[in-house]
């Protein structure tokens, strides 16, 4: 039976990159990957005097570092894109099953910037007002 770290446990994707993906990224999100990593560095490293430290000895590392980075960031970016859209599914859910919240706000994420900056300005004066009226409570008790 195959072990496997628990960092490495995925969520099932239906297209065969998600789940690619949502694999490649638990394994290498690893302790065992960032081990694995600092190995390489470190027989890099060691086998720099055998090599006079030259200059393909240095071309070597920066050549493997830029193309595992090169890919990691599609691999990161996929796994980003499906964290974010579950919790804005989640969110919206949440959003729907609260009678006083409103409906309105489900979405949002889809909404311009120049929206979102209108949104932000009205929440930044409900907590400004909020924070008025604090101030006012607290002055008043102090004066009691």
């Not at 200059?55 to 193309?67: K, R, S, Y």
């Not at 409906?103 to 311009?112: A, T």
Request: glycine share 4%; hydrophobic share 45%; proline share 2%.
């Amino acid at each position: 039976m195959k072990t496997v770290p628990p960092e490495v446990h995925t969520r099932t994707t239906n297209d065969s990159f998600g789940h690619f993906a949502a694999t490649a990224s638990g394994w290498l999100g690893s302790k065992w990957a960032f081990a694995a990593a600092a190995g390489v560095i470190v027989v890099w490293a060691a086998l720099g005097p055998i090599f006079h430290y030259s200059d393909t000895w240095q071309l070597v590392i920066n050549t493997g570092t830029t193309i595992v980075t090169f890919l990691m960031v599609f691999l990161i970016q996929n796994t980003q894109n499906r964290d974010a859209r579950a919790i804005n599914l989640k969110l919206n859910e949440l959003i729907r099953a609260i009678d006083k919240a409103r409906d309105q706000m489900i979405d949002i994420e889809n909404l311009s910037d120049l929206e979102l900056d209108e949104l932000q300005a009205r929440y930044e004066a409900i907590k400004a007002a909020c924070n008025e009226r604090e101030a006012k409570v607290k002055h008043h008790a102090q004066q009691n």
